[in-house]
């Protein structure tokens, strides 16, 4: 028996992925390899390791759990999630087009319309959750299309399978962002995706003290050529940054239980609250995306988005600034729970008309909902938004 033995529960799988007591002392956790070169017995006489760009064996370790718990084959660690997108699109020649979603992180957008874009790759963004506009857009140029499911900040929902479908009979590659699900809650490989990316920093990290990301993949050549882009480019993490989401790994499934909890009953208290005018949440019954999401994913996840029946910059603000447990900031996915603002914080680098048209109103605020006792949450929401 493996842990790649699909047989063996999630949570087992997410608490051993990766890690092997070391062969030197017997310590049950991987050990922080901090070096940036290895010595070798003579020229290309080594014990697999060279210099720490290419190879270190905390982050291979790290690599091998992000494959696990993703039920893949490859799992590659990056720098950081944005730096984990940019490899993906280095896989793209001149005159390549991308499809994408309309709602989507605004990091990913920015790195798309003003890094690649000068570099004569196409993007067209659309409603994913819209099949019939994946297949219009569609074009013999196409070789990606790049999905968030749920999508920041507006939870919409994309039908992995059916895309996956349609980009196959394209020719195309499907990659996935599933930071806001996690593999806890959605293993698109499963569902027919060519490579998963992950912000690491967000809930396979958990604890808001790691910037990362990760890819994951099951063909090997896919795997070798990211491999390439990954020591080419250089964009790596260091062994403590690798040690750290290891061990947060460790803890995804109990967090990921308590997020989904807490999440569903914040989700309802908003939307029956008289100040709130419209939750963005997957788990509800009549959400149009509700179906696809009880069919991919094993819950719905702790992230929710709202407005306030009062619809002025000024009214969101006043919540924002009002939450003591909730604290303002960027980034999510962390055990603490925060309150951000997307249209001035992290979708900021999209033009206002762009997210208006889209749907995120300068109105628009996004929790991150943790694991704290959620009457408490709860109670910060209600003196926040009066």
Known sequence: MTLQDKTLALATRIIHAGAEPDPTTGAIMTPIFQTSTYVQAAPGQHKGYEYARSQNPTRKA?????????????????????????????????????????????????????????????FKYTNTGNIENVKAALTASTKLIWLETPTNPLMNITDIEAISAIAKTAGALVCVDNT???PYLQNPLTLGADIVMHSATK???GHSDVIQGCLVMNDPALREQLYFIQKSSGAV??????????????????????????????????????????????????????????KQMNDFGGMISFTLKDESTEAAFKVLSST?????????????????????????????????????SDGLIRLSVGIEDVADLIKDLETAIG
Request: proline share 5%; glycine share 10%.
């Open 237 to 294: 993490p260091g062994p403590m940054d690798c040690f750290l989401v290891l061990r947060g790994i460790k803890t995804l499934h109990v967090r990921m239980r308590q997020h989904c909890e807490n999440g569903r009953m914040i989700a309802h208290w908003l939307r029956n609250h008289p100040k709130v005018a419209k939750v963005y949440w997957p788990g509800f019954e009549d959400n149009p995306g509700y179906a696809i999401a009880k």
């Open 203 to 205: 809930y396979l990290g």
């Open 324 to 360: 003591k447990i909730f604290a303002l900031a960027e980034s999510l996915g962390g055990v603490e729970s925060l309150i951000n603002h997307p249209a001035s914080m992290t979708h900021a680098s999209i033009p206002r008309e762009e997210r208006i048209k889209n749907g995120l």
């Open 180 to 182: 806001f699900a996690s």
């Open 62 to 122: 790290l690599e091998e759990a992000y494959a696990i718990i993703e039920n893949g084959q490859y799992g590659l660690a990056f720098s950081s999630g944005v730096a984990a997108t940019d490899a993906v699109i280095k896989l793209l020649q001149p005159g390549d087009e991308v499809i994408a979603a309309s709602d989507m992180y605004g990091g990913t957008y920015r790195l798309f319309t003003k890094i690649f874009e000068k570099f004569g790759i196409r």
